[in-house]
């Protein structure tokens, strides 16, 4: 397929334990976007690269959340120390170029800490 | 501040009825984006529509409509004829690079759609 993917699916992690979300964007997709989502609310902003360039972490919750993307393609949400708190959908998206233009999203990555 | 409100938190109809889901927003910027999505059970976000500010034309697109109107800040979505497969939670999110550039999403809190058949 040519969409965004990200794995893994679900994951469940035990409070204290760190995690790692992987986004591979649309193949060619300059920009990319990372997203929050807990349950029934909508998508909260978290980072944003342009291409291996993370130009705004405003987002991050806490510094225990670091976003990486070495290669300006695939990229990695880590949590360290996860805590309740943190369970929600992680939600990658990524647009052509230009950060205005649309998002197309992956499916998102479902925490669940215990 | 940059804001996004769908004050229909859920809304229920019967297979066939109009539907209109409403968006209003808050920007100090005069460059921006509007967008819709529809989030169905499987939580992927398909994009439905984009609009820029600057554009107030209003757009159809088979049973889907969307009325801009900068004039009351609202970006309102109708489902004509509606169907069971249109069951799911629809965003309304802004994009502006006024603050940071980023041209982050705000989302709207949703508004779950039920069509019951």
């Known amino acids: 397929g040519a969409g965004v993917s990200q794995s893994p699916r679900y994951k469940v992690a035990k409070r204290g334990q760190d995690v790692a979300l992987r986004c591979d964007p649309i193949?060619?997709?300059?920009?990319l976007f990372w997203y929050q989502q807990a349950l029934g609310q909508g998508p909260e902003f978290l980072t944003y690269?342009?291409?291996?360039?993370?130009?705004?972490k405003s987002g991050l919750p806490s510094d225990r959340f670091f976003a990486e993307r070495p290669e300006g393609s695939v990229s990695t949400l880590k949590i360290q120390r996860t805590q309740q708190e943190d369970s929600a959908v992680y939600l990658c998206?990524?647009?052509?170029?230009?950060?205005?233009?649309?998002?197309?999203f992956g499916p998102g990555t479902r925490l669940l800490v215990l | 501040a940059q804001k996004v409100t769908q004050a229909q938190t859920e809304i229920s109809v019967v297979e066939k009825e109009d539907v209109t889901l409403d968006c209003v927003y808050e920007t100090r910027d005069t460059t921006y984006y509007l967008f819709w999505y529809k989030q169905p059970p499987s939580g992927e976000l398909v994009f439905l529509i984009r609009r820029n500010s600057f554009d107030e034309q209003n757009e159809i697109s088979g049973r889907y409509s969307w009325n801009f109107q900068k004039s009351t800040s609202s970006f309102n979505f109708t489902i004509t004829a509606s169907q069971v497969v249109d069951s799911a939670v629809y965003f309304c999110?802004?994009?502006?690079?006024?603050?940071?550039?980023?041209?982050?999403?705000?989302f709207g809190t949703g508004t779950r759609l039920k069509v019951l058949a």
């Open positions: 999110a802004l994009s502006e690079g006024r603050d940071s550039g980023t041209y982050k999403y705000i």
């Open positions: 998206a990524s647009s052509f170029i230009a950060p205005q233009e649309t998002q197309y």
């Open positions: 193949s060619g997709h300059v920009s």
């Open positions: 690269f342009q291409n291996e360039a993370q130009l705004d």
